[in-house]
């Protein structure tokens, strides 16, 4: 099983947002504990526009940490 990662936890996480952060934080680590984590290439798309660097971007989304899954129909 896993756990689709919606893009507001990642961009709350990447902004260290002051009000979402911590709860964003806790729920990401908690799931990460009980399933994989996975996104599609929407969730991608929508965080993406936080970077200018496709490396970046990478960086901030390890494919160790959370894994990328095609959207099946």
Avoid: Q
């Avoid at 290439?41 to 095609?70: F, M, N, Q, T």
């Amino acid at each position: 099983m896993a756990v689709l990662v919606d893009s507001n936890v990642l961009l709350d996480i990447m902004t260290e947002d002051e009000r979402w952060f911590e709860g964003s934080a806790a729920a990401l680590e908690k799931a990460a504990d009980l399933e994989r984590l996975v996104i599609n290439p929407i969730i991608y798309a929508e965080v993406s526009v936080r970077y200018e660097r496709i490396e970046d971007l990478e960086a901030a989304l390890p494919k160790g940490l959370i894994d990328r899954e095609g959207i099946p129909y």
